[in-house]
């Protein structure tokens, strides 16, 4: 890490610099909290429906496309990629050159490939589309180092609260409005809607969003981004390719390999660069490593919720489970848990507040548990469906509002965005890992039934199992998570390796 920047004043706090003891923020420049937190929660909420945008479209897209189900599944793959890819990447990115600046340009980034999958069926060019819609996922890591350094550190909890949440709140209003859209429209509105509030996102940030004057000093480790690039490349395209390619493919073990051997060789040269692209000391410290081991887990867990909700009600009755409801009503039904995600966010930055992040995440992860028990116990009821699916969801906002404090506890400011991001990613992977093993499940469990093979009810209740084990593996990796930690140096209320910087942007 560079040193401290050195000069007796620096404690007492530095003029201009928010979040910073002593530094006064200028009546013209200090944003107005609730229309500050809005416009980033937004920001949040429409970057995560695009996560999920093409679900419901995907069994339709060969037939729209004229392509084939395995290319039009790399819709998905595709967009987790990226996102996976420039998450951690861009956090760092805005440390250095300024958080507001680089969220505008992943909104602008997220246009652009509206845009051209608004304008196109061609099925290589929709790709490239969702592979830059992908890129903007980075937006939540980055809103969340904005708020830690603009707001008045009273308001920090419960907003950054409501932004972390807001990856899965999104998720559970795109899918109803996908449905929608699919069901009654065509379907190049979604994406010309999504490029519109893109546009949109990027009008409120300039207007009411101001550039954070915190830098991290240091040159951008390109090498670093490019290995963590490859290493995440190879790990996530095995993990979701591999049921179709076959675990055992020359090509799924060579990806696997691949990502361990390139890990290996990125881990040690960051640990001898100057300023890398991830700090490894930083992240080895238990506090944050137990941290980014929850968010996975809870990723995991979120996920087999929203996969396996609306397929298990649109299964036919003639399975003996399903419900034969349409693709609408299976969007609708994780909806509820959206509206609980959202109310429950403020909740959260009170208990975070009262008793601390670490027994906020411990909380999330029984809810979770628990509300997976519900769903294995009342799968022939759609509201007892709903029921299930809200309280996993809202075990999911706990978890979500608390991770970021969690993080921000143990890292310096200068490393906030990178920070957060690498704990956006985790959840990433933990939704791979989750899509894989859904995927294969209820691919390999399966029955014949009205002259076609679909899961049967023990596939989802397997699903469900499993998603309970991830809840309480989080569980226990959250009682290992120190109680107490020091403050690291560079945190608020010390300098570190920041540079003010003063912008009239």
Not at 224 to 245: P, Y
Not at 375 to 397: D, E
Not at 410 to 419: K, R
Request: charged residues 10%; positive net charge; proline residues 7%.
């Amino acid at each position: 890490m560079p040193p401290a920047i050195p000069g007796p004043e620096a404690p007492a706090g530095v003029p201009g610099v928010p979040g910073v003891p002593g530094a006064p923020v200028e009546a013209d420049q200090a944003p107005h909290p609730r229309m500050f937190v809005g416009v980033l929660a937004f920001c949040g909420v429409v970057v995560a429906v695009m996560q999920t945008l093409v679900v419901p479209l995907l069994p339709h897209v060969p037939a729209l496309t004229g392509s084939t189900p395995a290319a039009a599944s790399w819709l998905v793959t595709v967009t987790l990629l990226t996102g996976a890819v420039c998450t951690p990447v861009l956090g760092r990115v805005g440390d250095m050159y300024g958080k507001r600046r680089v969220l505008v340009a992943a909104l602008g980034v997220l246009v652009v490939g509206s845009v051209l999958c608004a304008a196109s069926s061609d099925i290589g060019v929709l790709i490239t589309g969702r592979a830059l819609q992908g890129a903007a996922l980075a937006v939540v890591p980055l809103g969340i180092s904005i708020m830690r350094d603009e707001l008045p550190p009273a308001r920090v909890l419960s907003s950054v609260a409501l932004m972390s949440s807001t990856l899965g709140i999104g998720a559970a209003v795109g899918l109803p409005v996908a449905a929608l859209v699919v069901e009654h429209y065509d379907w190049h509105t979604m994406f010309w809607a999504s490029g519109a509030l893109g546009v949109l996102d990027i009008v409120l940030v300039l207007s009411f969003v101001p550039e954070s004057s915190l830098r991290t000093r240091g040159r951008f480790d390109a090498l670093g981004a490019l290995g963590l690039s490859g290493a995440l490349v190879c790990l996530l395209l095995a993990t979701t390719q591999g049921g179709e390619w076959g675990w055992g493919s020359a090509r799924v073990v060579g990806l696997f390999a691949g990502a361990v051997v390139i890990g290996l060789v990125w881990g040690r040269y960051e640990l001898r660069v100057a300023s890398p692209m991830v700090d490894l000391r930083v992240s080895a410290r238990p506090a944050v490593l137990f941290a980014n081991l929850a968010a996975l887990l809870i990723g995991f867990a979120f996920y087999a919720n929203s996969l396996s909700t609306a397929q298990m009600v649109q299964e036919p009755k003639s399975t003996g489970y399903g419900l034969g409801a349409s693709i609408v009503v299976g969007g609708l039904c994780v909806l509820p848990g959206g509206l609980a995600m959202v109310a429950l966010s403020p909740v959260s930055a009170r208990i975070s507040a009262r008793y601390g992040p670490k027994v906020t995440l411990a909380l999330a992860s029984g809810v979770l548990a628990v509300g997976y028990v519900v769903r294995f116990f009342t799968s022939h009821s759609l509201w007892l469906i709903i029921v299930g699916a809200t309280v996993v969801a809202s075990g999911t906002a706990l978890a979500y509002s608390a991770l970021p404090s969690l993080v921000m506890r143990a890292v310096p400011v200068s490393e906030t965005g990178a920070a957060n991001g690498l704990n956006t990613l985790m959840r990433s992977v933990g939704q791979a890992f989750c899509s894989a093993v859904v995927a294969a499940v209820l691919a390999n469990v399966t029955f014949r039934v009205g002259g076609r093979t679909a899961p049967t009810l023990h596939a989802y209740l397997l699903v469900f199992l499993i998603a309970a084990g991830a809840s309480l593996a989080a569980l226990v990796v959250t009682l290992c998570i120190p109680g107490r930690q020091a403050v690291p140096a560079g945190s608020v209320g010390e300098r570190g390796s920041l540079v003010p910087v003063r912008e009239d942007a």
